[in-house]
C-alpha cells in the first residue's frame, strides 16, 4: 500500500466527490416522488441528519487511528461478529457501486451514445475506475482534485443558467398539508448523500490535524446544497407534475435552458461528458472502499490486490447487467440505501458507543489500580 | 499472458465508436408540420380544386399501420445543403418544390414514431431531430388535441425542450411549404420571428415544446402563436387558446396582447388612443417595460382578482393632428391616463372574453390561487374553470408612466 498521505484538505474534495455520483441526475424526481414541492426542506432536513451521523462517524475513525472501517468493525466485533459487520457494509458497497454505474450508463445511452452496447460502457467505467483504484489512494486523490472543481463549477453554472426559466410560485404553498409527507422524506433524502462515511476509509491516509474535521464538515455540506438547490430550481422550473415524469431531471433541466441567440444548443452533451468525470469520481471512491472491505473481509494480502480489481470487474458487470430493465436498477438502488441507512444510523452510532464505553472502563480500571 | 490477452481484446472491443455516423448521413429535420388524415374537403383547408398531391405520390405517403386507421399527415423538413450552398439565381427558394432549397416530405398514419421510421423507406438519409426548430399543428389537430402529438417529441431525447410550437389556421403544411424571401428555410423564418416581441407585443414568444408540457402536466390552459401563411410570407398572428390539450377557440391580436401583459411576460410593444386634444387624432405609446402584479381578495367565498399592471414607455407619434405647436411635454399626465384607460379596458375585455366565450383560464390565476389562498383553492379546484373563473370579478389598476417623447418637446 501506498504510503503517502491525503491532505486534510482533500477530505472536503473526497467527500463531496463521493456523495455527488448519480444522485446527481435523478434527486429531484426521486425527493419530489416522497415530499412534493417540499422535497427541498426534506433534502436539507437529511443533510441535517447526514451532519450529525457523519461527525459520528468522523468521531468513530478518531477514536482508531491507523485503521480503516473494516480493520475497525474486526477490531471491535473480533474475527466473526467483525466479519458479519463487514459483510453487510461490503455488500452495500459492492451494490451501490454496482447499480450506480448501471443506472449512469443507462443515461448515456439515452442521452450521449444510443447504439453502443451497455456492456461496453460498463466495463469501460469498471475498468478505468479499477485503474485508479489499483494506482491507490493518492492517485485517486489527485484525480478527484483535478476533476471535482470542473464538474463542481458545471452544476452551480446549469443552476444559474436555469434560474430565467424558474418561476418561484411553484413552490408555494410551503409545508400546506404536507408536512407529514415532508418529514416521512428526511430518510430518503438522508439516504441521498451516502457516501459520507466514506471518511472512515480515508481518515487512515489523512496528515493529522485539527482542520480536518472541518473540511469534512465542508465537503458534506457542499452536496447537501447542491443537491437541495437543484431541487428547488427543478421544482421552480418544471413544476412537481413534470418532475416526476422526468427519468433524467437533471438532464431535461439542461435542455431546458434557454438562450435569446442560437448559443450552446447541444448542452446537455457538453454537460454529460463532466457528468462522466463526476460519476467517474463516486465510482472510484466505492471502488476503493469495495477492495478494502474484500481484502479485509477474507484476510488477502495486499500483493494480491490486482486479483481482486480484477474480480471486482466481473461482479460489476453482474450487477449492472442483470435483468436488463433500468427502473428495476433503480429500486435495487433504493434497497441498497436501506440497508446503508441501517448501517450509518444504527450500526455505527453503536460501534462509537461501544467504544467509548469501552475506553472509559478502561480508564477507570487503570485510575483503580494506579490507587 | 493473460492480462495481454484482456489487453487485446479491450483494443478489438472497446476502440472505434458506435455511433459514428457521418454528417453526410444525417437528414436534418428543421420542422415538422402535423395535419389531420384525411384532409377536410378542399375548401376548408384553403386549397384550389386539382392542389392534390398526384395519386402516385399518395400512394407513397400512405403507410400500412399494425392497429387502426391513418390520423394524421406528417410533413418533416430536410434542407438541401448541397443546393443551399449553391448561390441561388434570383433569390432564395424554399417550399418544397423542383427548385426548393428544401425537402418537405409527409407521410400518412396513426403514430408519429411509426411514421418518422417510414420515412426512412423514403429516404437515404437518418432523420435528425437534435435541430428541430418549429412545430406545426393545423387548427384541426389542435381541436383534436394536442397531447397525442406532442407524446412522441417530448419522449424522443433527440428532442429540445426549446423547440417553438405554432398552430396553422388550416394546413399546416402550407406553413413549411412557403418560400421565405430572406431566410432561407420556413421553418428557420418561423422560429426566429418571435425575437422581435421584444418589439412587438401581439406575437406570443414564449411558447417552446418545454412551456406547453409544463402548463399540460400542471392541468394550465395556455396559449400558442398561430401562424398564417402565403406562397412566400408567414405571419404570426394573434393565438389559439389550449384548454386541457385542446383548442377551444382563437385569440385576436390585441387579446394576445392582453393576456401577455396580465401574465406578466409583455416585453414590449405599442398602445395607442384617441388624442384627448382633438377628436379622430391617435397617440401613440411605445412600452418599453411592463410589470404586473396580482392579488387574489376571497371574501365571503367570493373570488376577486386585483390586477396591478405598471407600465413606462416613451411618447412615440402623434397621428392626424397636423402641425402642432402645443409641447407634449405639458400633456403626458393626460396622455399617460387616456394609455391607462386603454391598457385597462383591453385587459378587462379580454378577460370577460375567456370568463364568458371560452370559460378558459390562460392567464393562469389558477397558479396565484393555489400558492396564495390553497385552503380556497382546494375547496373549488374541481370547478375552477367551468364554474369558478367565469364568475370571478376582476380589479384593474393600470400606472403608466411615459419616460421620454422622442427628440421633440
Redesign the interface.
Known amino acids: 500500500m501506498n504510503k503517502s498521505k491525503l491532505n486534510p484538505i482533500q477530505m472536503m474534495t473526497l467527500i463531496s466527490a463521493g456523495i455527488l455520483g448519480v444522485d446527481i441526475l435523478t434527486v429531484q424526481r426521486r425527493m419530489v416522488e416522497k415530499a412534493g414541492r417540499d422535497a427541498w426542506i426534506s433534502l436539507l432536513l437529511g443533510g441535517l441528519l447526514t451532519l450529525i451521523s457523519g461527525t459520528l462517524s468522523y468521531l468513530l475513525s478518531v477514536q482508531y487511528p491507523g485503521k480503516d472501517l473494516p480493520e475497525i468493525l474486526i477490531e471491535i466485533g473480533g474475527r466473526f461478529l467483525g466479519r458479519i459487520f463487514l459483510a453487510a457494509v461490503a455488500a452495500y458497497i459492492l451494490l451501490y457501486l454496482g447499480v450506480s454505474i448501471r443506472v449512469f450508463t443507462q443515461a448515456l445511452l ?8 451497455i456492456f ?1 460502457l460498463i ?2 467505467i469498471s ?1 478505468v475506475t479499477g485503474y485508479a483504484v489499483f494506482k491507490d489512494l493518492d492517485t485517486i486523490g489527485k484525480v478527484v482534485d483535478i476533476l471535482f472543481p470542473i464538474t463542481m463549477l458545471t452544476v452551480f453554472f446549469i443552476m444559474l443558467l436555469a434560474l430565467p ?1 424558474s418561476n418561484p ?2 413552490l ?2 410551503v409545508l ?2 404536507n408536512t407529514s409527507d415532508t418529514l416521512k422524506a428526511v430518510l430518503p433524502g438522508y439516504q441521498r448523500f451516502t457516501g459520507a462515511s466514506l471518511i472512515l476509509y480515508f481518515m487512515k491516509h489523512v496528515r493529522r490535524s485539527r482542520g480536518t474535521f472541518l473540511w469534512y464538515l465542508a465537503g458534506l455540506v457542499i452536496p447537501i446544497v447542491s443537491y437541495a438547490a437543484l431541487t428547488l430550481i427543478s421544482i421552480m ?3 412537481t ?2 418532475t416526476i ?1 422526468q427519468a433524467y431531471p437533471t438532464l ?1 433541466l439542461i ?2 435552458i ?1 438562450f ?1 441567440s442560437v448559443f450552446l ?2 448542452l446537455e452533451s457538453l454537460a454529460a461528458v463532466f457528468w462522466i468525470g463526476l460519476v467517474f469520481n463516486a465510482s472510484t471512491l466505492f471502488y476503493y472502499a469495495s477492495l478494502r472491505n474484500t481484502i479485509i473481509l477474507f484476510s488477502i494480502p495486499e500483493k494480491y490486490k490486482t486479483y481482486i480489481i480484477w474480480g471486482h470487474i466481473a461482479l460489476l458487470m453482474a450487477i449492472g447487467l442483470s435483468k436488463g430493465q433500468v427502473w428495476k436498477a433503480m429500486e435495487r438502488f433504493d434497497s441498497a440505501r436501506l440497508l446503508q441507512s441501517l448501517i450509518t444510523l444504527v450500526l455505527f452510532p453503536l460501534l462509537l458507543g461501544f467504544t467509548l464505553l469501552k475506553k472509559r472502563r478502561r480508564i477507570t480500571k487503570s485510575h483503580e489500580s494506579t490507587k | 499472458m493473460a492480462v495481454p490477452s484482456i489487453l487485446l481484446l479491450c483494443i478489438i472491443f472497446l476502440s472505434g465508436c458506435w455511433d459514428q455516423m457521418n454528417i453526410e448521413q444525417r437528414g436534418f429535420v428543421l420542422g415538422v408540420a402535423i395535419d389531420a388524415y384525411p384532409p377536410a374537403p378542399a375548401k376548408e383547408e384553403g386549397k384550389k380544386p386539382g392542389e392534390t398531391p398526384p395519386e402516385e405520390e399518395m400512394e407513397l405517403e400512405i403507410m400500412e399501420t399494425h392497429t387502426g386507421k391513418p390520423l394524421y399527415a406528417l410533413t418533416v423538413q430536410l434542407p438541401i445543403l448541397r443546393k443551399s450552398s449553391q448561390p441561388s439565381e434570383g433569390g432564395t427558394s424554399g417550399g418544397g418544390g423542383q427548385d426548393s432549397n428544401t425537402w418537405d416530405i409527409t407521410q400518412i398514419g396513426n403514430s408519429i414514431y411509426s411514421m418518422n421510421r417510414e420515412l426512412l423507406s423514403r429516404t437515404s438519409l437518418a432523420l435528425y431531430y437534435e435541430h428541430l426548430q418549429v412545430i406545426v399543428l393545423s387548427d384541426r389537430i389542435a381541436r383534436q388535441g394536442i397531447a397525442d402529438v406532442l407524446d412522441f417529441f417530448t419522449r424522443d431525447p433527440e428532442m429540445r425542450r426549446r423547440v417553438r410550437v405554432f398552430i396553422s389556421k388550416g394546413e399546416a403544411k402550407s406553413v413549411l411549404d412557403v418560400t421565405p424571401r430572406v431566410e432561407e428555410y420556413a421553418s428557420m423564418y418561423l422560429s426566429k420571428m418571435p425575437i422581435n416581441a421584444t418589439r412587438n407585443s401581439r406575437m406570443v414568444h414564449q411558447t417552446d415544446l418545454g412551456e406547453i408540457i409544463i402548463a399540460m402536466h400542471n392541468d394550465f390552459s395556455f396559449i400558442l402563436p398561430v401562424a398564417q401563411s402565403t406562397k412566400d410570407e408567414i405571419k404570426i398572428s394573434g393565438a389559439a387558446a389550449i384548454k386541457g390539450d385542446k383548442m377551444v377557440g382563437w385569440v385576436s391580436e390585441l387579446e394576445t396582447e392582453a393576456v401577455k401583459m396580465i401574465q406578466n411576460r409583455y416585453l414590449g410593444g405599442v398602445v395607442t388612443v384617441s388624442s384627448p386634444e382633438k377628436e379622430g387624432a391617435i397617440e401613440v405609446l411605445e412600452v418599453t417595460k411592463a410589470k404586473t402584479k396580482i392579488t387574489p381578495l376571497i371574501k365571503n367565498d367570493e373570488i376577486t382578482m386585483r390586477i396591478k399592471i405598471m407600465a413606462a414607455g416613451n411618447y412615440a407619434e402623434h397621428v392626424q393632428k397636423g402641425v402642432q405647436n402645443t409641447r407634449v411635454d405639458t400633456l403626458i399626465a393626460r396622455l399617460q391616463q387616456e394609455f391607462e384607460k386603454e391598457i385597462a379596458k383591453n385587459c378587462a375585455a379580454t378577460i370577460e372574453k375567456f370568463q364568458s366565450e371560452y370559460k378558459t383560464d390562460v392567464f393562469q390565476f389558477c397558479q396565484i390561487l393555489q400558492a396564495e389562498e390553497p385552503a380556497y383553492w382546494e375547496k373549488i379546484s374541481g370547478d375552477w374553470e367551468d364554474h369558478v373563473f367565469p364568475g370571478m370579478n376582476v380589479e384593474i389598476e393600470v400606472d403608466v408612466t411615459i419616460n421620454l417623447t422622442g427628440s421633440t418637446r
Open positions: 439515452i442521452f450521449l451514445l444510443d447504439r453502443t452496447p461496453v466495463l469501460f475498468l426559466q410560485i411553484r408555494r404553498p400546506y398539508h422550473v418544471f413544476g407534475r413534470e415524469t431535461t435542455k431546458s434557454q435569446p444548443e447541444r
